[in-house]
């Protein structure tokens, strides 16, 4: 599959171990993920909802936070929480599940293309290309209280950029 995915769309792999491939056909820090995880626990980070083979996810970036935390209070105030909210490093990210269980990514770019694709590049990537649960409404809280966000959005292992220089 990463072969093929390489010829149709010219991309090329920016991060690849046995379990994960993230590649890119820009200088976007990705495109496409695949993952090759094997069952996954329910409380693990970013567990598969459906069953079997198939699509595990769709990923939407929105332009930033205030449309990112907009978009997580009017789901909430209908009943839709995120499943899965993780600090990918190079995206703050909330996994929502559809009704069958597919999982839909919304996020937003924390870094500029250059700082991406060097965090991916990175020791801090390969050894956890994942990334750290965090809480939405510690998030939420911290906005609307004027306090820093850095800690909710970069990851314990990242040196954090000052958010909002992408």
Known sequence: MIAWYAKVFEARVQHGDERLTFMTYDDEHHRFAFANLGP??????APRMGKGVGVNHLAYTWSDLAELVDLYKRLKADGIV??????????LSMYYADPDGSLLEFQIDVLDPDAANAFMEGPAFAANPIGEKFDPDALVAALDEGLPIADFVFRSDQEAAPFGAR
Do not use: C, K, Q, Y
């Open 82 to 91: 995120p499943v899965r909210p993780i600090r990918h490093g190079i995206t």
């Open 40 to 45: 996954l626990p329910e409380d693990g980070p």
